[in-house]
């Protein structure tokens, strides 16, 4: 497989998957093209703007929460003018910051999307922790190779479709609150599972709960079609994300890196993979 111009294979080490190509841009607008036959790429190749929602930057189901910070922000602002005391100021201070810190967390930033064939993109920021090889006996009940990544505070927490298919399942699973980056917690803790039938098979995409996010929301249902970098999700206040592909996915990225949902490339699969 040839290397995407401005990229560059890291060299494997010991804790690397034996078929990850690491592609590392140089700079941040590179565009990450996977080499295949050209008229396949130019038939196949597509850009969609990711537009949807222009008129509200934010989350999917974040309207009610920054409605009622508004609110508390307006109520605080009038308290200030009628009582100008140093108490009121501070609790105006707090309220702004407050306000602040919702719209930053439930920010819904609008990507372009570059997809194709095979290209499996990331479904969502953050960084990640964990990539190998371990059987999945709940849903895809085969071998699989999952990526995990950890989603801070300070993370865009919208998540997005990895790879065109169909919805398959769509289940919420109870459990503990455990931290999200401990490898533990992607077993125990309370999430959502989704699969997602594609032409190279199963994959599994599941949003992990952690001690601060203790509500994950999924906006699909069974049997609906998706696209690439298409919304899907949202886990609030500091999560994980476990993306279980084909055992023979030629990894993309390292422990370490951080990605972004919809832009970075994860992995690249074949129709053999399946």
């Given at each position: 497989m040839t290397q995407p111009p401005g990229c560059r294979t890291a060299h494997l080490t010991g804790n690397t998957h034996p078929s990850r190509l690491v592609l590392q841009p140089e700079h941040s607008k590179q565009h990450y093209n996977v080499s295949m036959p050209r008229k396949q790429h130019e038939e196949h190749e597509s850009m969609k703007p990711d537009s949807r929602y222009w008129w509200w930057p934010f989350a999917e189901g974040s309207g009610s929460i920054i409605a009622g910070a508004t609110v508390v922000l307006a109520a605080t602002v009038v308290l200030w003018i009628v009582y100008q005391h140093w108490?009121?100021?501070?609790?105006?201070?707090?309220?702004?910051?407050?306000?602040?810190?919702?719209?930053?967390?439930?920010?819904?930033?609008?990507?372009?999307?570059h997809s194709e064939p095979g290209l499996v993109l990331s479904p969502g920021d953050g960084k990640v922790v964990h990539i190998g090889t371990e059987r999945e006996e709940h849903y895809?009940?085969?071998?699989?190779?999952?990526?995990?990544?950890?989603?801070?505070?300070v993370d865009v927490h919208v998540q997005r479709i990895p790879l065109d298919g169909r919805v398959e399942v769509v289940e919420h699973r109870p459990g503990k609150f455990l931290?999200?980056?401990?490898?533990?917690?992607?077993q125990v803790n309370e999430g959502i599972s989704m699969v997602v039938e594609t032409a190279y098979g199963r994959i599994l995409v599941r949003q992990v709960a952690g001690i601060l996010a203790r509500r994950c929301v999924n906006y699909l249902e069974a049997s609906e079609r998706v696209q690439t970098g298409q919304r899907f999700g949202l886990i609030r206040f500091g999560s994980r994300i476990d993306l279980y592909l084909p055992p023979d996915a030629k990894v993309l990225v390292a422990v370490g890196d951080k990605v972004q949902g919809g832009i970075t490339p994860l992995a690249w699969l074949e129709q053999g993979d399946r």
């Open positions: 108490l009121s100021t501070a609790v105006l201070v707090a309220s702004v910051g407050l306000w602040l810190a919702f719209l930053f967390f439930f920010r819904d930033p609008p990507r372009a999307i895809l009940q085969a071998e699989t190779l999952r990526i995990s990544l950890f989603l801070s505070l931290q999200a980056f401990k490898p533990e917690a992607s």
